[in-house]
């Protein structure tokens, strides 16, 4: 039986990821919710989703050109 590392490695990133993004907008919405109040947690979220925004287009844009590089390579 063969281990396949990098697709353990990538899905352990992504796992990463996606754990921390929940974390930080869970705990960390709810705290600001628990604190401040609902209009406080609203505009949190807001800014929460403003500051992903740019972070989401980084990656597409790695994600497309990871795509690319590998169909010119497959000659």
Known sequence: MTRD???YARQTNVRLA???LLLLFVVGDG???LIY???AAVIGLLCLLAGLF???II???M????WIAKRANQD
């Open 5 to 7: 590392l990098r697709k």
């Open 18 to 20: 996606v754990g921390g």
């Open 31 to 33: 705290l600001i919710y």
């Open 37 to 39: 109040g609902g209009g």
């Open 54 to 56: 740019p972070i989401l």
């Open 59 to 61: 990656v597409l844009v």
């Open 63 to 66: 994600i497309i050109l990871d």
